[in-house]
């Protein structure tokens, strides 16, 4: 037998909560889409490299030990990901996906290519490991760069059909949302940033309130 979770009406005088960190690039995804719909939120955070995503009280929360998490509706939500299309299904203007299936499905791609095969293999777990692995001194940065630079070289290949002044046509979607903060996991790891088009789409995502008043700094 299936559980079924509960179905709520979103609640835009409940308290909402995000429980992240600054620099963390998944929680800074849910925060410009937090900030694209216009709710409120407060923020508890978790220092990432001091480990405090893996005390007790965290992964009551969340078992992965894993930021982000969203209070939100009565539910704990996580995975950006899911966060971001959970908002996007609930409160649905500005939208983050396009109305047609087709459009929806080269977004999600666009989206994935990042959340799936860029991030996940240079987050810290992972540059630990392979620090460790290697024993050489900075084998993660250098890892984390070669990794970010081959999947934004893919990213730009699959965006320049879709591009206007965003990845996909001329308004914000979620391909954007997971664009910006792996842009800057690229500068922080020292990548060759060598696809115009891209900082063109970062440019203009970042002179919007969604995304400038949420990145890390």
Known sequence: MNPVAPTLAPDPAAP???????????????????????????????ALRD?????????????????????????????????????????????????????????????????????????LRVLRAVAALSGERGAGEAWARRICTEGLEAYAGLVRPTMGAFSFGDTVTLADVLLVPQMANARRFKADMVWPELAAIEARCLALPAFAETAPE
């Open 16 to 46: 909402v909560l995000l429980h992240g960190y600054f620099r963390s690039s998944a929680a800074w995804r849910v925060r410009i889409a937090l900030h694209h719909k216009g709710i409120a939120f407060a923020q508890k955070s978790y």
């Open 51 to 123: 480990g405090e995503q893996r005390s007790p009280e965290f992964l009551a929360l969340n078992p992965q030990g894993l930021v982000p998490a969203l209070e939100i509706d009565g539910l704990l939500l996580t995975q950006s990901l899911a966060i971001c299309e959970y908002l996007d299904q609930t409160r649905p203007e500005p939208p983050l996906l396009p109305a047609d299936p087709a459009g929806r499905a080269r977004v999600r791609a666009l989206a994935l290519a990042i959340a799936c095969e860029i991030h996940p293999v240079q987050n």
